[in-house]
């Protein structure tokens, strides 16, 4: 019987080659459950589903699958699925990179913020470029960087990990980073559909602005894993100070 247990989500859907190497890997130093949503949800960022009920199913393998976002899967398996709270929220493995600006829209990092926000200890993972290429070495990151623990990190703590894709002997090391910025996002794509209406697709991410020394995107750049400390608190307290002069 394992002493840990690991809740793992993603953003990908639960038939994403990341999940299934994720949950592989930390299968054999773990009691988990995996809760995803039946989709890709990607870019859902916080999302709650508010305006309709959710279904939970559960495939062959045993992940729990349900229809709605990152943060509906957790929410629902911290409150309804799980008979007793997890040691540690896991999310990912994402395919594609979860940097910068990137992070606000990120579902990958909304899952294990809403472990956080429960008081759970979470982590998210993703690869820096798409197409799942040496997922196995990612996996193996993963679960090294889990038995870690980060005891000197208060609990609960949020961590987003950026893992390049190489295999596991040419990555050079792990940096703890700040987040990188982007310019703004590209303008919309319009396009006409079948029935003559104009239409609109989101465009892609700005170019990077900011990918200085001690950024994300300066560490995964050189070949090592980026580990960032996240935080919810969004309040500036700078202006804080200036508003309270403004108003005295």
């Given amino acids: 019987m394992f002493s840990m247990k690991i809740l793992i989500s993603n953003d990908d859907g639960y038939l994403a080659p990341g999940i299934a190497a994720l949950a592989d890997a930390l299968s054999s130093i773990a009691e988990i459950t995996v809760v995803a949503p039946d989709s890709n949800r990607s870019g859902t960022s916080n999302a709650l589903t508010l305006d309709r009920p959710l279904s939970v199913y559960r495939a062959t393998n045993g992940f729990y699958f349900v229809n709605g976002t990152p943060s509906d ?38 899952a294990a913020t809403e472990g956080y926000l429960f008081g759970v200890p979470a982590i998210a993972f993703s690869q820096v470029d798409k197409g799942w290429e040496c997922l196995d070495s990612a996996a193996r990151i993963a679960r090294e960087l889990i038995l870690r623990g980060f005891p000197s990190l208060d609990k609960p703590f949020l961590l987003n990990v950026n893992i390049p894709n190489l295999p596991y002997e040419k990555i050079k090391g792990m940096r703890t980073a700040r987040l990188g910025k982007r310019h703004t996002s590209e303008p919309v794509i319009r396009a006409i559909d079948p029935h003559g209406r104009e239409i609109y697709w989101i465009g892609p991410p700005g170019a990077v602005k900011d990918a200085g020394e001690g950024t994300d995107f300066h560490a995964t750049s050189g070949d090592f894993v980026s580990i960032t400390p996240l935080q919810v608190d969004l309040t500036n307290a700078l202006q804080m100070k200036q508003l309270i002069a403004d108003l005295a």
């Fill in 73 to 110: 899967c957790v929410h629902i398996a911290l409150t309804a699925i799980m008979a007793c709270k997890p040691d540690l929220i896991v999310s990912g493995i994402n395919q594609g990179q979860n940097m910068g600006d990137d992070t606000l829209y990120s579902g990958t990092v909304a």
